[in-house]
């Protein structure tokens, strides 16, 4: 579905079916120079997020649309709002 509301607004998209490992699939589209990777798994359809992967790593999560809508207005991805994601939290140190 996320795939098929991407071309409809004209974005291009690529979905991984591949039977590798989640970890494997992202070092892969980070090897091959993949600008903007999104994860999309049971969490991200049951949320309606996204969680989003760029050439600095991890942005975070965020709506679907709102994405979209985004990427319509940049022309390169260090023009994105970073400040849109939604970052998951710093885990708290162990004490030992």
């Keep these: 579905d996320v795939a098929a509301k991407a071309k409809r607004r004209g974005l291009r998209c690529e979905v991984d079916p591949g039977k590798d490992r989640l ?4 070092r892969n ?5 993949v ?3 999104c994860v999309v798994g049971e969490k991200e359809t049951s949320t309606g997020r996204l969680s989003v992967r760029g050439g600095r790593g991890d942005l975070g ?9 985004m990427l ?5 991805m260090d023009q994105l709002d970073e400040g849109a994601f939604e970052k998951a939290p710093e ?6």
């Design 29 to 33: 589209a980070e090897q091959q120079r």
């Design 23 to 26: 970890n494997k699939q992202i």
């Design 72 to 76: 319509q207005d940049v022309d390169e």
């Design 61 to 69: 999560t965020i709506d679907v649309d709102a994405l979209f809508a």
């Design 91 to 96: 885990p708290e140190p162990q004490e030992a």
């Design 35 to 37: 600008p903007l990777m």
